[in-house]
């Protein structure tokens, strides 16, 4: 599988979103939180299904992975059944793996028929069997690298005696990440970064216990100047603006079954003419002497409100396609094309040595 790669210039976010959409994780998005602070309590992003905790590989990546931990192989094999975790076989399928060992730990999120069967078809079989059957999956080794930035890499996983070459060229590719998942699970915390789990004691809100760990590992982050990014998966937008329509659509239904009740011929009655003449509390005092405590003017806000949302969800969609496209689209034989004219006009030496001056003026 190719490495997912990240430039500086696209966020995290829009990536794993698009990975998500793309692997059946129905009605979930990627935010990048910049802060851990205790007194956050992330309102303004809405409920938390899990933390992703990426960071840009390095020599010292080993130290910054295992935790000072000494980890019981036996534990591997005996961790608790309900907790859904697949091991990392592979260098590069980490991304899809941490994204997947939340998903299918994740009761609240709605998952696509096809990832339903992977994880009954999967869940009494180990960690590291389960690894390798994400990574030879047909389909999430599709979706995987056609979200690499160079999808014309090879499909097939690299054999022992060419992981070298090929980890030598991701590195001239750009930055490569590692990525660790935080998840809870019948009220305790679980880190899965691929390699190994880890549980966490249990916090009243289960992202207090996750807010600890992570703060520590960002410490030793700055401390060895490693890049990261944290991201929170969350109920993404349009699903927040599809339970609003819903919601209207429930009260509208109760409204008017209630005026049913009170009155069979409701519906023939021309109230354009008295509308005008009803205030906000009128119509709040007419609804109340029936026994049916809603808020009209709320209401009737969000019917207004209807219109601007679907509008707003057609441009996420529309947002997400144009990113999903741009990110999966081959460039490869163009560039190589657009290169050889180059060097068939003799001008490709010319522009390199202009690169390098630029390069060097740089520094």
Not at 207 to 227: K, T
Not at 326 to 355: C, M, Q, V, W
């Amino acid at each position: 599988m190719s490495s997912l790669i990240l430039s500086h210039k696209e966020r995290a976010e829009a990536l794993f979103t698009a990975l998500m959409n793309s692997l059946g994780i129905k009605g979930a998005k990627a935010t990048e939180v910049f802060v851990l602070d205790q007194q956050d309590n992330f309102d303004d992003i809405g409920e938390i299904y899990g933390f992703v905790f990426l960071f840009k590989m390095n020599e010292t990546k080993g130290g910054l992975l295992n935790d000072n931990v000494d980890y019981d192989e036996e534990f591997l094999e005996d961790y608790p059944p309900n907790v859904y975790f697949a091991n990392q076989v592979v260098d590069n399928a980490c991304a899809t793996l941490a994204v997947l060992n939340i998903a299918l730990n994740c009761p609240q999120l709605e998952i696509e028929q096809e990832l339903k069967e992977f994880k009954e078809f999967t869940w009494d079989l180990p960690p590291a069997t389960r690894g390798f059957s994400i990574t030879t999956h047909p389909n999430f080794r599709q979706i995987h690298n056609s979200m690499a930035r160079h999808p014309e890499d090879s499909l097939i996983i690299e054999e022992e005696d060419n992981k070298k070459k090929k980890d030598n060229s991701n590195e001239e590719k750009g930055e490569v990440y590692h990525y660790i998942a935080y998840v809870p699970v019948d009220e305790e915390v679980w880190q899965l970064d691929g390699l190994y789990p880890r549980t966490y004691t249990d916090e009243k809100i289960w992202y207090d216990a996750a807010r600890g760990v992570i703060n520590e590992r960002i410490d030793i982050f700055h401390a060895e100047q490693v890049e990261y990014v944290l991201l929170a998966i969350t109920k993404d937008q349009n699903s927040i603006y599809l339970d609003r329509v819903k919601d209207c659509l429930y009260i509208k239904k109760i409204a008017e079954n209630r005026l049913d009740e009170l009155s069979k011929t409701w519906r023939e009655t021309n109230v354009d003419d008295i509308e005008e003449t009803l205030t906000d509390d009128d119509e709040l005092k007419l609804l109340k002497r029936g026994n049916v405590d809603i808020d009209i003017t709320n209401l009737m806000k969000n019917y207004d409100d209807v219109e601007k949302i679907e509008r707003t969800r057609a441009k996420a969609r529309n947002k997400n396609e144009r990113e999903k496209e741009r990110r999966t689209f081959d460039y490869g034989p163009f560039i190589r094309e657009f290169i050889s004219i180059l060097h068939e006009r003799g001008e490709l030496k010319g522009l390199l040595a202009n690169a390098d001056d630029m390069d060097e003026g740089d520094e």
